[in-house]
């Protein structure tokens, strides 16, 4: 028997918690492009500094190197909060009440695949689709990719009964 379910504001930020928990296992805490970003500037940021050096002497150039020196610290600070900006904007865009995240969903369990059905559609999930999952108090999360994940809640894994925990341990082999 389906269970049906909506998810809010609060299950979208646990969803990303639980993207943010997974990437920090694969991957480690600290994230590649960003020191790949500040290595950039610092380097950049260096040749500009040795050039105006060099030709300081010639040209008088100290009052240049300074505007140069503050448009380096300004850009070093925006590639800094570049990816905090760009959450936030994202979040604006995908949190909006029209979101498919938010619609009234269904979830079943039939043949040893998660059905999921709501108003944009329907997705049959096989067992071996799941590459990962976690939980957390409030959460079921099945991850289908690195990033994308199926949101199950508690209550309504409860009201599937045996039949999704069969289907958690088939997707862990437990079966």
């Known amino acids: 028997m389906p269970a049906t379910f ?5 299950d979208y930020n646990l969803l990303e918690r639980a993207v943010i928990a997974r990437f920090a296992r694969s991957h480690g805490r600290l994230n ?25 002497n010639q040209f008088g150039l100290q009052r240049a190197f300074g505007w140069i020196l503050s448009f380096a ?14 959450q936030w904007l994202y979040k604006r ?7 498919a995240f938010f619609a009234q ?11 999921l059905q709501s108003a944009s559609g329907k997705s049959i999930i096989p067992q071996s689709a799941i ?36 289907y958690l341990a088939a997707c862990r082999g437990e079966a």
């Open 6 to 10: 909506s998810l809010d504001a609060t």
């Open 32 to 56: 590649a492009t960003f020191f790949a970003q500040v290595l950039a500037w610092m380097f950049m940021s260096l040749a500009i500094f040795s050039f105006l050096r060099l030709s300081e």
């Open 73 to 86: 610290a300004i850009g070093f600070l925006f590639s800094v909060v570049r990816p905090t900006i760009g």
């Open 93 to 99: 865009y995908v949190l909006n009440a029209s979101a």
């Open 105 to 115: 969903q269904s979830v079943a369990i039939e043949a040893g695949s998660l059905v």
């Open 131 to 166: 590459i990962d999952q976690s939980q957390d108090e409030r959460n079921h999360y099945l991850f289908i990719t690195g990033t994308h994940a199926v949101v199950i809640p508690e209550v309504s894994a409860a009201a599937l009964g045996t039949d999704f925990a069969a």
